[in-house]
């Protein structure tokens, strides 16, 4: 690691070591740092013996976005949501799709400034109904997306993270707590996958899902980025999904992306969308009621469906709502009975397919 002079706010996740070094607390990646020294994040970093956070106040971008593109489909469907992301990962992914900010070691990669409040106050004026922390992960400007959550709960706009869900307990405690929806993305269900491909581990990343799932009142999405050869087989899938059934619950919906070559694997192929299909249909069989296809073509996989008499709920195209069968609170206006999630009256916005980039900071 190289020695630096950094700018940033002071954090509260760390400790001292024995042997004269800090260790950073906020993963379980556990940096042990050298004063100027920064994490493998290269956010959080050593600056007079305490971890500061170098890109607070400072985003890779703003933009608005449907909320599926979470995707979150049974929270709030149709609604807008204002999504933004800063630089850096806790995580090494090869197969990173947003690795231009998440690999990104520039920081003028951070090309917007915007504190907490203007976030908030443009989110109000955008008619957005929840502000989304994505493109990178939200575990490493923890502190920035906290304060922006609780800017926002005064406006009354809503809080999504979008999040691998490698964090220690106490941050994570912390973090959701402001929190009211997250999609987690759970990579794979092998502990070889993690190790080989993102350099972390699974085990955290299920006790996040189990947090969520007992200790929260987060309305939470699963989303796995199906590679081919590394964790499509019938058999993994079949365990992932057997696994949420039995000790998440089967109104957890699960989503399964499409992968295209980027980044360090790049000699990939895309993921058929018979995968995607085959994916699907193996979770619904193993009693997930939920079940989505994301990055492809699909009415059928894409919209929502009722799991007791089978009709369709919500139509999707993308992330276009076309057909919208729920009644107030979301029941099935056929049969009654309710559909999981957090639901309007009617469908929110329909802010339908569009994609607004947006600028805070002057210009």
Sequence with gaps: MTHERLNGVATRYWHRLDDGRIQCDMCPRFCRLQEGQRGLCFVRGRQDDRIVLTTYGRSSGFCVDPIEKKPLNHFRPGSSVLSLGTAGCNLACKFCQNWDISKSRQMDTLADRAEPEAVADAAQRLGAESVAFTYNDPVIFHEYAIDIADACRERGIHAVAVSAGYVTPEPRAEFYRRMDAANIDLKAFTERF???????????????????????????????????????????????????????????????????????????????????GRARHIALEQGIRYAYTGNTFDKQGQSTYCHHCGGRLIGRDWYQLSDWYLDPGGYCRNCGTRCAGVFAERPSAAWGRRRMPVWLSPR
Excluded: C
């Design 194 to 276: 993690y190790r080989k491909l993102t350099g972390s581990s699974l085990g955290p990343v299920l006790d996040t899902i189990r947090y969520l799932r007992f200790e929260t009142d987060v309305w939470f999405e699963l989303t796995t980025l199906l590679i081919p050869g590394e964790n499509d087989s019938d058999e993994e899938i079949t365990r992932l999904a057997a696994w949420v059934r039995d000790e998440i619950g089967v109104d957890v919906p699960l989503h399964f992306t499409a992968f295209h070559p980027d980044f360090k694997m790049q000699d990939y192929p895309h993921t058929p969308p018979a995968t995607l």
